[in-house]
């Protein structure tokens, strides 16, 4: 089945550091969404890409999809502890189809 | 955030007993799911619904059966719970593109 690949599993920073996750797919992609877990919370919606080499910002946080739509990052500039979480990239392979595939996530720790 | 429940929050059960989740949403949003979340899988989807009556499998939908009698009410049944199905339970709602979570539930199969 189709899959998307999340990277990495887990990342620890410093906090004012700076962090990226990444979302990869074989094939072409519909669009993607994005979405912040916050521990012991559900999953809160971000953003969601569309356009071929999109970039969309949220104050220090910067989405990408790619060109030929087959990946996704997610860059947070300057970590700050409320930056805590696990983010999940969510692939949409074609339209129309309303299931929604998540990735495995990111977790992200910061040090203070 | 939209308005999701989940009920109940918390379940221990034992193996082989039948146990239903429910999620009750007061958006009106025509689609709704169920994803279980386990350590090292993220979230997966066990069944959608993509209307009154209207319900499709998931990923992970073996051992897992769904009723939506009314567009507010989705509820998932483990006809006979597996330890393999302690996991986190979350339902979640959409209406275009993004989807609103409840809270989950844990449910711990003993």
């Known amino acids: 089945g189709q899959q998307v690949m999340q990277i990495p599993q887990y990342q620890h920073v410093q906090e004012g550091e700076d962090f990226t996750t990444y979302c990869n797919s074989s094939t072409t992609l519909s669009n993607i969404q994005w979405y912040k877990q916050r521990p012991g919370g559900h999953p809160v919606f971000l953003i969601q890409?569309?356009?071929?080499?999109e970039v969309k910002k949220q104050k220090r946080l910067t989405f990408q999809f790619g060109e030929a739509k087959k990946n996704s990052s997610l860059h947070i500039t300057a970590t700050q502890t409320t930056d805590v979480g696990t983010y999940f990239c969510a692939p949409l392979w074609d339209f129309g189809n309303e299931k929604l595939t998540f990735g495995t996530g990111t977790r992200l720790t910061i040090i203070p | 955030d939209a308005g999701i429940t989940q009920s109940p929050r918390h379940k221990v059960t034992e193996t082989g007993t039948p146990v239903t989740l429910r999620c009750h949403q007061t958006e009106n949003h025509r689609y709704m799911y169920w994803y279980r979340q386990d350590p090292g899988h993220g979230l997966r989807l066990i069944h959608y619904?993509?209307?009154?009556?209207?319900?499709d499998k998931g990923e992970v939908s073996d051992g897992y059966s769904v009723s939506r009698s009314k567009t507010e009410d989705f509820l998932l049944t483990l006809e006979s719970a597996t330890s393999s199905q302690t996991s986190v339970y979350f339902c979640?709602?959409?209406?275009?593109?993004?989807?609103?979570f409840g809270p989950g539930t844990r449910l711990t199969v003993t």
């Open positions: 890409l569309v356009k071929s080499g």
């Open positions: 979640a709602t959409a209406d275009y593109d993004e989807q609103y």
């Open positions: 619904s993509y209307g009154v009556k209207d319900t």
